[in-house]
């Protein structure tokens, strides 16, 4: 599938005066914008007429009825041991949002230590359970049957593939008369499930 960042215009003034290299500049922007374009359809993609993301996995555990917007101590442990333990190695990590990630901090376990494990070591992430944690905002906040949480080996449970690394065209005459520059950067992307097993969702409750 094509990403386009769409155009983006540059005044000739700027780039006159501008100390640094105002074409990488440009483009640095121009992927950040195609990124995050392409990193919502990598968290809920559908795979019709769009790469398919990650809450195309199988559902390993849904919260109880009332439980549209949280999650249980129970509820994690459930989800971590639905992926089948040939995966769950180094490389195994939860995704969710900032918003998912709130409410497991506020969680305890049995004898009331924070499931929430701030890390000690310099350079080492926090964790939670014993695994680490990345931020996606474009995973699904927590709602009625929202699949608002994954955990798995996403390395070997989801493939993507970025064809010729993408380019940027400059655009000289198309703006001309504003005294402007076109800047237009691309790229084709898609990704699909590798190996079904490597990754398990948590799904809130319907009602």
């Known amino acids: 599938y094509m990403f386009s960042s ?11 005066d501008t100390a640094t290299d105002s ?13 995050r374009a392409l990193s919502g359809y990598l968290a809920t993609g559908t795979g019709t007429s769009q790469p398919k993301g ?7 555990k849904q919260g109880a009825v009332g439980q549209t917007t949280s999650i249980t101590y ?7 041991h639905s992926v089948n333990p040939a995966y769950r190695g180094a490389r195994c990590r939860w995704a969710m949002a900032d918003s998912s990630l ?5 969680l305890k376990d049995s004898t009331g230590r924070p499931l929430w494990e701030p890390s000690l ?17 474009k995973m699904p906040a927590m709602a009625a049957s929202a ?25 000289e005459e198309r703006y ?11 790229g084709r992307y898609d990704s699909t499930i590798d190996d079904a097993a490597a990754v398990r969702l948590y799904q809130n409750s319907a009602t």
Request: no cysteine; glycine share 12%; aromatic share 10%.
């Open 6 to 16: 769409r155009p983006i215009r540059a005044s000739i003034q700027f780039l006159q």
């Open 23 to 35: 074409e990488a500049f440009i483009a640095r922007l121009a992927g950040v914008r195609i990124g």
């Open 54 to 60: 990650v809450t195309s996995f199988a559902v390993g």
């Open 74 to 80: 129970d509820d994690a442990l459930d989800v971590v």
């Open 102 to 106: 709130k409410v497991f901090r506020k």
């Open 121 to 137: 070591q310099l350079g080492q992430p926090d964790t939670l359970l014993g695994y680490a944690v990345t931020i996606d905002d």
């Open 147 to 171: 699949k608002s949480i994954a955990f798995g080996d996403f390395e070997s449970g989801l493939v993507v593939r970025a064809v010729n690394g993408g380019g940027l065209i400059r655009l």
């Open 176 to 186: 001309a008369d504003s005294l402007q520059v076109g800047f237009i950067a691309f």
